[in-house]
């Protein structure tokens, strides 16, 4: 059974960085991407970033490139989110996903297995 746990949320002022993690077990960690998504209050769950199983390829949405990286470390089954520059509008749950397939989770935002979230706030 996959599980994924986040973890690295919090509040913080705009302009300032936090650095989510997600540990993740019960499978293969590098036959896996990953992503991170968020959904923000009233609004739809959107598509953050993913990586690539051996994490030569990454993908970002329009709104986060240039201030997110993300990275995993497979010899720990942990996939990070480094984000910098914050912004009120980056407030959301923060969800780590792992799918089999890159191109499925970059295309299509699904994803067969999602973490419980993690709060970000960022005050203005």
């Known amino acids: 059974q996959v599980q994924l746990v986040e973890s690295g949320g919090g509040l913080v002022q705009a302009g300032g960085s936090l650095r989510l993690s997600c540990a993740a077990s019960?499978?293969?960690?590098?036959?896996?991407?990953m992503g991170w998504f968020r959904q923000a209050p009233g609004k739809r769950r959107e598509f953050v970033a993913a990586i690539s199983g051996s994490g030569s390829n990454t993908y970002y949405v329009d709104s986060v490139k240039g201030r997110f990286t993300i990275s995993r470390d497979n010899a720990k089954n942990t996939v990070y989110l480094q984000m910098n520059s914050l912004k009120p509008e980056d407030t959301a749950v923060y969800y780590c996903a792992a799918d089999p397939d890159f191109s499925r989770m970059t295309r299509t935002s699904a994803s067969n297995y999602w973490g419980q979230g993690t709060q970000v706030t960022v005050s203005s």
């Open positions: 019960g499978h293969t960690f590098s036959n896996f991407a």
